[in-house]
């Protein structure tokens, strides 16, 4: 009886155990391999538009309403197709 006892008690502790004990770990590496730099050190770099002098005449600019616009970038070329076939 008490060889049963252990038995069921070591079976009763191993349900209770997680079937995968990396829990999630699949899911961590991903995220893992599409984290480019997590700490990145920017030590020494300029930060782009970081420049105090070239804020200050924009800023300046700004308040003259002598605002400069945007220049126009064109990024991508895009064919259209109807792709709806003859009517």
Same mark, same amino acid.
């Given at each position: $009886?008490?060889?049963?006892?252990? !038995?069921?008690?070591?079976? !009763? *502790? !191993?349900?209770? *155990?997680?079937?995968? @004990?990396?829990? /999630? /770990?699949? $899911?961590?590496?991903? @995220?893992? $391999? +599409? *984290?480019?730099?997590?700490?990145?050190?920017? *030590?020494?770099?300029?930060? =782009? /538009?970081?420049?105090?002098?070239? !804020?200050a005449s924009a800023m300046?600019?700004?308040?003259k309403g002598e605002v400069? =616009?945007? +220049?126009?970038?064109k990024t991508t070329e895009? @064919?259209?197709?109807?792709?709806?076939?003859? +009517?």
């Open positions: $009886m008490r060889i049963f006892s252990i !038995a069921l008690l070591g079976l !009763a *502790t !191993a349900a209770c *155990t997680p079937n995968d @004990v990396t829990l /999630g /770990g699949a $899911m961590k590496h991903n @995220v893992a $391999m +599409q *984290t480019i730099d997590p700490e990145p050190h920017y *030590t020494g770099a300029e930060m =782009e /538009g970081g420049s105090g002098s070239h !804020a300046e600019r700004y308040r400069k =616009e945007p +220049q126009t970038i895009s @064919v259209s197709n109807s792709g709806g076939g003859s +009517q």
